[in-house]
């Protein structure tokens, strides 16, 4: 069966420093990846969306960046955090077109 | 572009009555429509999909029938519960794209005793 991990579940960062969060995905072959974005009380933002490896497209531009370093992993980082960064953040996957299944979600506060 | 337009803020209920959450989208090409749930805290999960073949699609006793002519893929069950209590976002994919899923603004139902 396929899981899905992202890391860190939870994340209290200050304005202004750098930011990682990570996905990696078991038990399917290369999977579509994407980054979602959920304000407190918001709805969902695709940021990111990858096919294959070392491909990212972009969706929305929030002073984010995102990559795909191998088939089961998804990275989202900015080198200069701002509070408007502060939400959930939901690693997602999908085997081609149709639903998406997503992580646990990393949530994320910006001071 | 595509998109989808929803029930959206704040819908109560009193347990045992009939939930009905509306959705409607305009869509270039034939698209697959879904409904996903998320509970407080926790990641979205995908609750309903549409079929091309007209089947209705069942989860939980939440049923939603894709009408092309309307445009529509309304969310119902006869008789909500208590925990029942969620967002329902209704989404939707073009086929072919396989890269973008557009969601609905989300609608908080809430079900009380």
């Known amino acids: 069966a396929q899981t899905i991990h992202q890391w860190p579940v939870a994340e209290i960062k200050a304005v202004g420093s750098p930011l990682s969060l990570g996905c990696t995905i078991k038990g399917k072959s290369s999977p579509n990846l994407y980054w979602y974005w959920q304000a407190t009380g918001g709805t969902l933002q695709q940021l990111f969306y990858?096919?294959?490896?070392?491909?990212v497209e972009s969706v929305v531009q929030l002073n984010l960046s995102a990559s795909r370093p191998k088939d089961d992993q998804f990275i989202l980082s900015t080198e200069k955090l701002l509070l408007s960064h502060s939400g959930f953040y939901l690693c997602a996957w999908s085997l081609g077109e149709g639903e998406q299944y997503f992580g646990p979600g990393t949530r994320l506060t910006v001071l | 572009g595509d998109s989808v337009t929803q029930t959206e803020g704040l819908v109560t209920l009193t347990e045992g009555l009939p939930v009905m959450l509306n959705c409607t989208y305009q869509?270039?090409?034939?698209?697959?429509l879904f409904w996903y749930v998320q509970h407080l805290n926790e990641a979205p999960k995908l609750l309903l999909k549409?079929?091309?073949?007209?089947k209705r699609p069942e989860h939980q006793g939440f049923h939603a029938t894709l009408h092309k002519s309307s445009s529509s893929f309304h969310l119902q069950k006869s008789s909500a519960q208590l925990s029942d209590s969620a967002l329902y976002y209704c989404a939707l994919s073009e086929q072919g794209t396989g890269s973008k899923l557009s969601f609905g603004k989300g609608a908080k139902l809430t079900v009380s005793p």
């Open positions: 869509s270039t090409y034939s698209p697959f």
């Open positions: 549409s079929f091309t073949d007209n």
């Open positions: 990858s096919i294959t490896v070392g491909q």
